[in-house]
């Protein structure tokens, strides 16, 4: 998920003036980062699971102030995940000067191997889900698709260190190498029919296989071939019955499906966002009766004042945030977007001396 902000409380070119509130009225608590940690990243890129948007919180299940839509976010990206089954992990956005914090579930994010390593005996990772946080290390899974259905889910416990935001490139053969694949291979087709996928020639089933598409068929033994192929999530090998495996028909005969090519739409973060301050301030959100510090502002990026919220607070709008203006038709633009009732604040004794 691509990190910019939009925010849909107000329309940019005419907010609304909101009631005064009192000042006593949202005691102030800064957000912070877990304790015990099992692992942290850093990156400049952050992909989601199933690229649904992700959704920065006060604490666990809400309230949340904003939602990251579109994914990957390419922005300075760090992420702190807790100890514990089903982790809570803290995640920290830096982009056009600002800097946002919020909780979310660790399994809604999408971690990469760093290096290859095997799972369950038949599936190398490309992509993994956060099960478990322990010291220094986590428990992930893999998800695959329906054309693979695995008998127990993929996983297993690795050390944080295999693990990141982005992926490590490894050359294809390199990779099978590693889980002891080698010499040529034949492109086969399996029957139409689910076939069992084994670790070993003779060994019990450990997934049964829906694939339409072409297979790598490398050795044969006691009436099993091995066999390798990729699916978006990882590289799943194993033995199947050879009586399986047919010969690939031509590729007039072959049908598969294509994708088409995508634009981005390329906006002026800071057009119109003339304030600017000499030195960092910080940054806070109001949502459900709460008031939560979420990051801060540095020195020399711009901002602009919308609305003043009441006596200590005005409500502004930042570099990394995009708004929706009047008239406008929604378009899915990268971001963060502002939860309707959550509002973006800054202390007035913070910026009462920066100028427009």
């Given at each position: 998920?691509?990190?910019?902000?939009?925010?849909?409380?107000?329309?940019?070119?005419?907010?609304?003036?909101?009631?005064?509130?009192p000042?006593?009225?949202?005691?102030?608590?800064?957000?912070?980062?877990?304790?015990?940690?099992?692992?942290?990243?850093?990156?400049?890129?952050?992909?989601t699971?199933?690229?649904?948007?992700?959704?920065?919180?006060?604490?666990?299940?809400?309230?949340?102030?904003?939602?990251?839509?579109?994914?990957?976010l390419?922005?300075?990206?760090?992420?702190?995940?807790?100890?514990?089954?089903?982790?809570?992990?803290?995640?920290?956005?830096?982009a056009?000067?600002?800097?946002?914090?919020?909780?979310v579930?660790?399994?809604?994010?999408?971690l990469?191997?760093?290096r290859?390593?095997?799972?369950s005996?038949?599936?190398v990772?490309?992509?993994?889900?956060?099960v478990?946080?322990?010291?220094?290390?986590?428990?992930?899974?893999?998800?695959?698709?329906?054309?693979?259905a695995?008998?127990?889910p993929?996983?297993?416990?690795?050390?944080?260190?295999?693990?990141?935001?982005s992926?490590?490139?490894?050359?294809?053969?390199?990779?099978?190498?590693?889980?002891?694949?080698?010499?040529?291979?034949?492109?086969?087709v399996?029957?139409g029919?689910?076939v069992?996928?084994?670790?070993?020639?003779?060994?019990?089933?450990?997934?049964?296989?829906?694939?339409?598409?072409?297979?790598?068929?490398?050795?044969?033994k006691?009436?099993?071939?091995?066999?390798?192929?990729?699916r978006?999530?990882a590289?799943?090998?194993?033995?199947?019955p050879?009586?399986s495996?047919?010969r690939?028909p031509p590729?007039?005969?072959?049908?598969?499906?294509?994708?088409?090519g995508?634009?981005?739409?390329?906006?002026?973060?800071?057009?119109?966002?003339?304030?600017?301050?000499?030195?960092?301030f910080p940054?806070?959100?109001?949502?459900?009766?709460?008031?939560?510090?979420v990051?801060?502002?540095?020195?020399?990026?711009?901002?602009r004042?919308?609305a003043r919220?009441?006596?200590?607070?005005?409500?502004?709008?930042?570099?990394?945030?995009?708004?929706?203006?009047s008239?406008?038709?929604?378009?899915?633009?990268?971001?963060v977007?502002?939860?309707?009732?959550a509002k973006?604040?800054?202390?007035?004794?913070?910026?009462?001396?920066?100028?427009?």
């Amino acid at each position: 998920m691509l990190v910019t902000v939009a925010t849909a409380t107000a329309s940019l070119d005419e907010p609304d003036e909101p009631a005064p509130e009192p000042a006593t009225s949202h005691p102030i608590t800064k957000l912070a980062v877990p304790s015990p940690v099992a692992c942290a990243y850093r990156s400049s890129i952050l992909f989601t699971a199933d690229d649904r948007p992700l959704s920065l919180c006060f604490v666990r299940g809400g309230p949340c102030y904003a939602d990251a839509v579109d994914s990957p976010l390419q922005v300075k990206v760090g992420v702190t995940v807790a100890t514990g089954s089903d982790p809570d992990a803290f995640v920290e956005v830096d982009a056009y000067g600002t800097h946002l914090a919020g909780v979310v579930q660790a399994s809604s994010l999408t971690l990469f191997r760093s290096r290859p390593f095997d799972v369950s005996g038949f599936v190398v990772p490309v992509t993994l889900r956060i099960v478990e946080g322990k010291p220094n290390e986590m428990v992930v899974q893999v998800d695959l698709d329906t054309a693979v259905a695995p008998k127990a889910p993929p996983e297993r416990s690795v050390a944080c260190d295999l693990l990141g935001l982005s992926s490590g490139w490894v050359a294809p053969d390199e990779l099978l190498r590693t889980v002891g694949i080698t010499g040529k291979s034949s492109p086969r087709v399996l029957s139409g029919r689910p076939v069992a996928l084994s670790i070993s020639p003779t060994g019990p089933a450990v997934a049964t296989l829906r694939v339409l598409e072409p297979v790598d068929a490398y050795n044969t033994k006691s009436g099993a071939t091995r066999i390798a192929f990729w699916r978006d999530s990882a590289l799943v090998y194993g033995w199947v019955p050879s009586r399986s495996l047919v010969r690939c028909p031509p590729p007039s005969q072959m049908t598969g499906s294509g994708g088409g090519g995508g634009g981005a739409w390329v906006t002026d973060r800071e057009k119109g966002l003339g304030w600017k301050c000499h030195t960092d301030f910080p940054i806070f959100v109001t949502l459900a009766g709460q008031r939560r510090e979420v990051g801060r502002v540095e020195a020399g990026a711009s901002f602009r004042v919308l609305a003043r919220h009441d006596r200590r607070f005005d409500v502004i709008q930042t570099g990394v945030l995009i708004a929706r203006r009047s008239g406008s038709s929604p378009r899915r633009i990268p971001g963060v977007r502002l939860r309707p009732n959550a509002k973006l604040l800054a202390r007035h004794q913070d910026i009462a001396a920066c100028r427009d």
